[in-house]
């Protein structure tokens, strides 16, 4: 069992161009999360998946950011036209359904650490 | 005022020390986590709570729900030990969904030999 899968673990990007940040849930997990690191900062939540639907973005900037999970591949987060703010550790986390409320245990992906130049 | 404070915000200890990491939450929630963040930054979950007491080997987490604390305990401490701990919460006031958490700042724990 592989574990929580991220790629890239590090992607450097130009101001303006388009980051594409890859996570597959461990096996067997169908709930995914995303969340932010800022240098110095605490983590935020982003969003959560399930597949093919978004359950919760409210942690989304309103523009530039997108997720996915399709029914088949990894879950994406996509950011356009990146500026030097975006640049961060992205954490991926699942767990398996069937948790009950408030009850669910994460397993976090190694991370994506994103440099905008 | 953050939602979720940690204290203290640095801490080194020497190999063998009991520890003591405090988290304070001011909204209320239907679950707390404890996370180790490694050198590397990668993350470890290491116990969900919503009462009581848990304990994994050398770490024991308690919660007191009416105080809003929780408390992360490391026996007899380990140079591996170091790391940043985090605490995090599932709020029940805001209605968030699972993963929805509202993250502390973390405890760097540093153990020496």
């Known amino acids: 069992n592989a574990g929580v899968m991220q790629n890239p673990r590090h992607l450097v990007r130009r101001r303006g161009q388009e980051a594409r940040l890859r996570c597959s849930p461990m096996?067997?997990?169908?709930?995914v999360y995303w969340y932010r690191q800022l240098p110095e900062e605490g983590l935020k939540f982003m969003v959560y998946?399930?597949?093919?639907?978004?359950?919760?973005e409210s942690g989304m900037p309103k523009e530039r950011f997108s997720a996915e999970f399709p029914k088949e591949g990894p879950s994406i987060l996509r950011i356009q036209q990146v500026v030097r703010g975006d640049s961060a550790a992205y954490f991926c986390?699942?767990?398996?359904?069937?948790?009950?409320?408030?009850?669910?245990?994460?397993?976090f992906g190694a991370g994506s650490r994103l440099t905008v130049l | 005022k953050n939602e979720v404070e940690q204290s203290p915000q640095n801490l080194t200890a020497q190999e063998g020390e009991f520890i003591t990491i405090n988290c304070s939450y001011s909204?209320?929630?239907?679950?707390l986590h404890w996370l180790q963040q490694h050198p590397g930054g990668g993350i470890v979950s290491l116990f969900m709570l919503s009462s009581g007491k848990k304990k994994h080997g050398r770490l024991i987490a308690t919660i007191n729900i009416q105080e809003k604390h929780s408390s992360l305990h490391i026996t007899a401490s380990h140079p591996r030990d170091s790391a940043v701990y985090i605490c995090?919460?599932?709020?029940?006031?805001?209605?968030?969904?699972?993963?929805?958490?509202?993250f502390g700042k973390g405890t760097k724990l540093s153990v020496k030999p």
């Open positions: 998946l399930q597949k093919e639907n978004i359950i919760d």
């Open positions: 995090a919460v599932r709020s029940s006031d805001y209605g968030g969904s699972q993963g929805n958490l509202i």
């Open positions: 909204v209320g929630i239907s679950a």
């Open positions: 986390a699942s767990s398996p359904p069937g948790q009950r409320s408030g009850a669910n245990v994460l397993t």
């Open positions: 096996k067997g997990h169908s709930h």
